[in-house]
């Protein structure tokens, strides 16, 4: 029988291995901190972690999504287009694009499709700001 998952705040006998530990406040640290220098050196930010298949993990990505977006608004690029992909939930849809995420893409999504809708999303806030 396995042990019971390690709670946060356990020492470090209690984590049962192999096991994937995180320190949220130097994650959350880190994703603002590689936002700011990207920002102040002119360079376009991929955010995206590939390297989890951890479902608490994908809902702490998905709900810094609207403070991410502030903070890029914040530092000046409130045209940055913010588009995501990956294994993405139907329910999470609503949440995400009211966060201000402009598509979102799944696994199989075809590329030239997807580039199209990106481009005409671009088009229009384009002809919006021209206006």
């Known amino acids: 029988m396995r042990p019971a ?9 209690a984590i049962d291995t192999p096991a994937l530990v995180i320190d949220r406040d130097a994650m959350q640290r880190n ?4 936002a700011g220098y990207a920002h102040e050196h ?10 989890h298949k ?19 608004a914040k ?4 045209e940055v287009l913010v588009v995501v992909g990956g294994v993405i939930p139907a329910q999470d849809y609503d ?3 009211k966060a201000g995420v402009a598509a979102i893409y799944g696994p199989g999504t075809n ?6 809708e990106i481009l005409s999303i671009l088009r229009q806030r ?3 700001r021209a206006a």
């Open 31 to 34: 994703i603002a901190l590689m």
């Open 75 to 78: 530092q000046g690029g409130s």
């Open 126 to 128: 384009n002809q919006k």
């Open 95 to 97: 949440f995400l694009k």
């Open 5 to 13: 998952p390690a709670r946060a705040g356990d020492g470090i006998d």
């Open 111 to 116: 590329i030239p499709a997807a580039a199209a």
């Open 42 to 51: 002119g360079l376009r930010l991929r955010p995206h972690a590939k390297t």
């Open 54 to 72: 951890s479902a608490h993990i994908a809902e702490l990505q998905k709900m810094s999504m609207p403070q991410l977006i502030e903070e890029v």
